[in-house]
Structure formats: C-alpha cells, structure tokens
C-alpha cells in the first residue's frame, strides 16, 4: 500500500508505519545520548503510552532508566483496506526497538475506564512483572463511560462563565479569522470533569493498591497543561481548566488515601505541544504556530521528549524539582514565563490572514503535526510500497 497524508480538519485519518517507527526511534536516540540517568524507576505502568506525552514517558522510563514497561491505549488495529492508527504503529516500534534491547514491554490496547482493563493489567502485573513503583497517567480522550453507572460522559471544549471572542487559525481552510465559544452549562463542566478529571487516575492507583501491585513509594503522575492568560479562557479557566482542577484534588486524596504505601502523587504541569489531543481544541494551533516562533527564536523550544525527560530527571527522579504551591510539578516555565508570553502576545495581537505565515511558525507546527501521524519523515520514501498489517 502507498500511503500519503489523508487530513480531515484537526485530524489525520491515516498512518504511514515505517514513518511512526522512524519518529518512535528518533525519540529513542534522544534518550539514549542523554547519558547516564542514574536511579530511577524500575516497574513502569503507562496510561495513554501509544502518542504524545505517554509514549514519551514510556520510552524514557524504558530506554533511559532501563525500566519494565506496561502500556495501557485504546488504539485501532489495520484491516484490509485502513491502516491502524498512528499509536498502533508507535506501539509496535517502541515493542521491536525495546525487544533489540531486551527490555521487558508488554501491551493492553482497550479502554483504560474500564472495570475489565484496570482488572487485566493488574493480573498482568502479578504474573509478568514485579511491584509497580511509577504510574503515569496520561489519558486524553473526549469520552468516557462511567464503568460504575455504565454512562457515557462527552467532554466539552468551552469558556466558563461568559461567551468569548478571539483569533483561531482553521488549518483546513488557512484562515486566521475571529471565533466565538459560548459559555458551557453547568452540565457541561461536569460532564467535562467527570471525563478529564481526576476520577479515573483515583480509580486506578486504588484498584492497583487494593490488588497489592504496588511497591512501597511508588510514585505517580498525571499531566495537565496550566498555561496563561492568551490560553486561560480556552483552556486554563475553561471547561478543561475545571477537569485538570479536579486532578489536583486526586492528587491529594490518592496521597491521603495510600500514605500507608508512601504513594507519592504529583500532577506535572507540562507546556503546550502538537498532540493529536492538542490539535482539536480550537486557538491551540494558533497559539502554538506563535509559541513555537517565538521558543525557537529564543532557543527554548522543546517537544515531548526533551519535556519529559526534564520531568524524570529534575522532577520525578531529581533532587530538585520545581513545585507550585499546590504541589504541582511545574516543567512548563519557558514556555509562561513573563517574557516570553509578552513575545507571543505581541504576535497574538499583530497577526492576520496576511501576514499569518510570515510571523508565525506553522510550518513547523505543520511538519509535526503530520509527523505524528508518520509524515513528512525526511528519511521514510513515501512514494515505496509498505505492508500495513503491523502488530506487537
Ligand atoms: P494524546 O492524544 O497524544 O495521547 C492520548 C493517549 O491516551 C493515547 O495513548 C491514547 O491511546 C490513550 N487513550 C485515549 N483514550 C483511551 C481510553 N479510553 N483507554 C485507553 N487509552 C486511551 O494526548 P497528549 O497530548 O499526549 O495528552 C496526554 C496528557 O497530557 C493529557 O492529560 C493532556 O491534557 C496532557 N497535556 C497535554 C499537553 C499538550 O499540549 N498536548 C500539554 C500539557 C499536558
């Protein structure tokens, strides 16, 4: 099968496997010439380990700390006429390039809110690994159904409070122009909550400490993205804002709850990246095409590798870690820090359809977004003929 881009809006419906495989190996290299990590964690279970944030955890605490890999996505398989998707392909590189290395990874691809999966990964613990000491929990999906009332929730991406106007870029169209986000209802926000907030992490780190799976300090985390004032009414103190909220009262509840097993619970402010997830919450890719200008130009700019590999290093496994005063890692500081936010605001304010493409960086913001989906990969020939039925 050839395999070009097939992009539908915020989303690319296909995936290029040689390509996946070559970015999955990319972030390998970057672990591998950081050196020594010294101490670190040994029995990793990984929630959301197939794209962004996730499979980077993974393949830091894997190929970086030498660790035991667990991984948790909800991923499609290929058929005969669709390729998987793109975290299918990441998961069947990092398998292959963890198995030259004799690393132990093993793979659940289902529905992390599930009863049935949380009870799977903890009967695959028991028989394959030893005590889990580091749970990342990095879910992001706009549904979630309830495995306790058996109600499917919708997460709404909405302003709280009033309606509001701003610039959004429409990456179908190439059009800068002015959206208006009405206001989420009540039931909104707490559909948004019950599907991004801290419920399910909660639910895991109990269901993990009540089977006895879990090593005296294990550590755990969940990632949020804090951001500023251009972000906050999108984001921040939006519908999505109120879920990640609800995260920092898990936090503290699953360290109340398992003191007994010193459980340490942290969530990890990270800064703003092209994810599939990031992609589709309308401003983002604006404001990261300007983010992205403005970081590379001052020579900050980080994807989600080198973000967590700064988490593992100064924060998770470092003698000191940034913290907020609500016990939040912060890894996100180059990219709100005064300065550099008055830099992108500057560019906020200037842009226009016209001259979008001349200040911004959405070239790059482009180049990885398909490179997420396996594109644009200066070393994969796309024009060769490639077998899509790929597994792990
Ligand atoms: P992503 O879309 O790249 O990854 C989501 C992961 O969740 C994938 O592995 C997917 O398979 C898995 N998943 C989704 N639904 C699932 C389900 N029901 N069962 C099992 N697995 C499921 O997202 P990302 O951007 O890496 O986001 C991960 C976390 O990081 C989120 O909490 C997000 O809010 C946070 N974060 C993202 C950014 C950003 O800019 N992208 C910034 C800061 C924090």
């Known amino acids: 099968m050839i395999i070009k881009p097939k992009v539908r809006g915020f989303i690319c419906t296909n995936?290029?496997?040689?390509?996946?495989?070559?970015?999955?190996?990319?972030?390998?290299?970057?672990?591998?010439?950081?050196?020594?990590y010294g101490q670190g964690p040994k029995n990793v279970l990984v929630i959301g380990c197939s794209t962004g944030y996730g499979l980077a955890s993974r393949i830091t605490a894997a190929f970086g700390y030498g660790a035991k890999t667990l991984g948790v996505c909800f991923e499609k398989a290929p058929t005969?006429?669709?390729?998987?998707?793109?975290?299918?392909?990441?998961?069947?590189a990092f398998h292959k390039y963890a198995e030259k290395e004799e690393l132990f990874a093993q793979t659940l691809n289902g529905d992390a809110f599930s009863h049935e999966m949380k009870k799977d990964v903890i009967e695959r613990i028991k028989s394959e690994m030893g005590k889990i000491d580091l749970v990342i929990y990095s879910?992001?999906?706009?549904?979630?159904?309830?495995?306790?009332?058996?109600?499917?929730?919708?997460?709404?991406?909405?302003?709280?409070?009033?309606?509001?106007?701003?610039?959004?870029?429409?990456?179908?169209?190439?059009?800068?122009?002015?959206?208006?986000?009405?206001?989420?209802?009540?039931?909104?926000?707490?559909?948004?909550?019950?599907?991004?907030?801290?419920?399910?992490?909660?639910?895991?780190?109990?269901?993990?400490?009540?089977a006895g799976v879990l090593a005296e300090g294990c550590k755990t985390t969940a990632y949020t993205y804090i951001g500023k004032e251009l972000t906050w009414p999108i984001y921040g103190q939006a519908t999505?804002?109120?879920?990640?909220?609800?995260?920092?009262?898990?936090?503290?509840?699953?360290?109340?709850?398992?003191?007994d097993l010193l459980l340490d619970a942290h969530v990890s402010s990270l800064k703003a990246l092209?994810?599939?997830?990031?992609?589709?919450?309308?401003?983002?890719?604006?404001?990261i095409s300007l983010m992205y200008q403005v970081?590379?130009?001052?020579?900050?700019?980080?994807?989600?590798?080198?973000?967590i590999n700064g988490l593992f290093t100064q924060c998770l496994y470092g003698n000191q870690p940034t913290l907020d005063e609500a016990n939040r890692f912060r890894m996100d500081s180059k990219e709100t820090n005064e300065q550099t936010q008055a830099k992108i605001k500057a560019l906020w304010d200037d842009v226009t359809q016209e001259n979008f493409h001349d200040i911004s960086d959405y070239e790059g913001y482009h180049h990885e977004?398909?490179?997420?989906?396996?594109?644009?990969?200066k070393q994969v020939d796309y024009e060769q003929d490639v077998d899509p039925q790929l597994s792990w």
């Not at 005969?80 to 069947?92: H, L, M, P």
């Not at 977004?369 to 990969?377: A, P």
């Open 15 to 36: 995936a290029h496997p040689v390509g996946c495989d070559a970015a999955v190996a990319e972030q390998i290299d970057y672990v591998k010439q950081q050196g020594d």
């Open 80 to 92: 005969e006429r669709k390729t998987a998707t793109a975290g299918w392909y990441n998961t069947a």
């Open 139 to 210: 879910l992001a999906s706009p549904r979630r159904t309830d495995p306790n009332s058996g109600i499917t929730y919708k997460s709404t991406l909405k302003p709280v409070g009033e309606a509001y106007t701003t610039k959004t870029y429409d990456t179908d169209k190439d059009k800068v122009h002015d959206v208006t986000l009405e206001a989420a209802t009540d039931e909104e926000i707490l559909n948004t909550i019950k599907v991004m907030g801290g419920e399910d992490w909660e639910m895991w780190i109990d269901a993990l400490a009540d």
């Open 240 to 259: 999505i804002g109120k879920a990640k909220e609800d995260l920092d009262r898990a936090a503290s509840s699953i360290n109340g709850k398992h003191s």
């Open 274 to 287: 092209v994810t599939q997830a990031s992609s589709a919450i309308p401003v983002m890719p604006l404001y």
């Open 295 to 307: 970081m590379k130009d001052e020579g900050t700019h980080e994807g989600c590798i080198e973000q």
């Open 369 to 377: 977004f398909l490179r997420l989906f396996g594109f644009d990969m």
